[in-house]
Structures are given as C-alpha cells and as structure tokens.
C-alpha cells in the first residue's frame, strides 16, 4: 500500500505547486523604469509631443535609426564602429555581425515641462540566439550629457514656437464734434472743369503823328548771284575678293586637366557611436578629456586640456590638476580613457 499511495502523493503535490505558480500576479508591463542616477533634463515649458519630436528630429540628424517608439520612450539604434574600444574589447568573434549600440530616451511629464533621461547599451550577437544586453550608460556618462546638452539649446533656440510681434491697435475714431471737418468724405475731390478764359482786353495804342513823305531812295542795285559749283562723279573701286575663314582649331582634350570632382556622399561619421555632437568641431575631444578628469578627482587649472598628438581616428590631450597630477587621455570612437 506504501509504494501505490506514494506516486499519487507526488502527483497531487505536483499539482498543487504548478497551481500556485499560475496564480501568483505577474509584473505589470507598463510599469515605468526608474530613471535614478541616469543622465537626465529638464525641457522648461516642454509637452510630451514636443519633447519626443525634438528628440527624434536631433537623432535622426546624427545618423539614428528609430526602432522603436511610445509615449514615455524611443528607442535609437546604429551599428558600433569597428575600431572603437567597446567594439574591440568584445573579442573578434564580432567582426562578421559587429554589435550594435542602443540608446534608450525616456520622457517623464514633470509639472514645470518634461524630464528627459537616457540609458545606453551595447547588443552582443544582434539577431542572434546569442544576443546580449550590457549596460553602458556609465562608460558613456559624458557624451550622454553632451547630447542632453545639444537636446537643452535645440529646445531653447529653435523648438519653441516663434512669438508673433504684437498686433498694432488703431486709435478710436474721434466723435463727430471732436473732428475739426466733420461733413469732408475721404472721397478724392472732384476737378471742376476749366473755364475758358477771357481774352485780355485790347487797349488801342495811339496813333503816332503823320511823318512826312519819304524821299524817294535810289533803286539798289541787285547782289551778285553765288553759284556752287558741281562736283565730281564718284570714283569707281574694284571690288574686294572675299576669302573664306579657316576652319576652327579642334577643341583641346580636358581629361587631364580639370580634375573629376569627387562624389558627394551622404554618410554617417561612425567614428562617433553616440548620440552627441558633431566629433569635428574645434575642442569636443578636450571637452571629453577635461569631463573624464573632472570625474576622476581633477580640478582643472587655468590651461586646461592641451592637445598633444591628433590622427585621423583618436585624438591625445594632457590635462594638467591643480594638485600636480596630469592625466594622458586617448579620445577614441566617443570615449576617452587613460592612454597605454
């Protein structure tokens, strides 16, 4: 009796274990994610539409690709440069499907605008069964507050609406005993037609006295005629011969000498992983550099981040500490770090 009763009592606690896993609530999907601790602002004024457009309107010019998009959160994707450190401490296994970098911007309506915050990733193995999250939102601490930074002035300077010049109010018409001509219509005046005008009158001069009779004047004698005289019949030329040109010269060849201009090509930097600033404006990387010191105990004197070496791919700067310590960074792919 033992051994039939104990399979059945397994079966029945069996059955009752799998009944209270099915019961137990699950997790709420629109449970919001706590934005603690990550790089946030605060859009003054903003609504939700408009700090989500503005945001997509930044990404998509910095070569982001919407993948996808609610309310509270849009998610950005792009493909990690190959020879960025993130991508090289992987391992070369990623060089066939190199990984790609995420970025997760969350909106949160506050009463005085809207929170924006941002958390980065890197997928390992993407559309693969392998595919893996990692969390990079510390590694990529300052160029995410770059971008929330270049987010902040687009907001200010260009996202708001334009404010309409105020509308000029006539004066009240004055009451018809205040107007001076009351009964003159802003009508233009009619020209009377012109009347003919009367002739001066004619004052009779008075007649001068009789003069006595003229002497008779001896005939004058008549002046000589001027005669011109005929001139000659013109002088008969022989024609001109008229030759034909020469045929034009054949044109040069210009092959070798104007240069074919490059084509122009719309690409996306992929040295620069991060939704921030433009990598080729004039002090980004020490910017980068004096940031990466800052948050390593540096207090920056008065020279700041110094340039020593740049290349096409990284950039090394010194940045001298008050205390005496100097820090010898490589800004590389959207990351500085200590140089090797």
Known sequence: MMRLFNPFTVLICSLLLTTSCATHPPAPDNALPDLTGL?????????????RSVALANARTKGWTPVDSRPECVVLERELARNSPQAQALGPQHQQLPPRIRVETHFRPQADGVLVALRAFIISHPRDAEMQHLDYTTDYQVPLQASLAALQQEWQTGARPPVMPPTSTAAPDPSPAERPHADVQLTPPVTPPRQPTAAPPVVNRPSPPPNPAPAVAKPASPAPAHTVPALPPPERRPPVPVTALPPPAAPLPTSGLIPTPA???NSVNETNPMLALNQNQPGLWAYYAEQYARTHGCTLTDNGAMLREKTI???LHTVPCADGRAFLLKCQGGVCQMAQ
Not at 39 to 51: F, I, N, R, S, V
């Open 39 to 51: 790089p946030q602002t605060l859009l003054a004024g903003a609504t939700l539409e408009q700090a």
């Open 263 to 265: 084509p122009i090509t």
């Open 313 to 315: 791919s990284y950039e």
